[in-house]
């Protein structure tokens, strides 16, 4: 199973950007659909985008639409969120994922970073 390891978390300053980086340990990950998700103190871990392993297909929370973008380097095994205009709201340990299907669930997704904490102030 890929093992993925998250980078790039922070503390920032509302309307701030960051970028948050996912390494993937083989090249398997050419092959997978990538996704990120995030908790919250005391809420459920939610979906935040996705991207299909051809890059074609891109999906995202309502939440962040128009404010985050995913990316992906195959060569780099390496998947991105650069998240602009931040929000306190957006405080949350984010994960990323990796599975065989591009989804918005978490079923969707069998292998998970350890997580990054990214902490909005106001």
């Known amino acids: 199973q890929v093992q993925l390891v998250e980078s790039g978390g922070g503390l920032v300053q509302a309307g701030d950007s960051l970028r948050v980086s996912c390494a993937a340990s083989?090249?398997?990950?050419?092959?997978?659909?990538m996704g990120w998700f995030r908790q919250a103190p005391g809420k459920e871990r939610e979906f935040v985008a996705a991207?299909?392993?051809?890059?074609?297909?891109?999906y995202y929370a309502d939440s962040v639409k128009g404010r985050f973008t995913i990316s992906r380097d195959n060569a780099k095994t390496t998947v991105y969120l650069q998240m602009n205009s931040l929000k306190p709201e957006d405080t949350a340990v984010y994960f990323c994922a990796a599975g065989q299907r591009l989804g918005r669930q978490r079923y969707d997704y069998n292998a998970w970073g350890q997580g990054i904490q990214v902490t909005v102030s106001s």
């Open positions: 991207i299909s392993r051809d890059f074609g297909i891109t």
């Open positions: 083989d090249r398997s990950f050419s092959w997978l659909a």
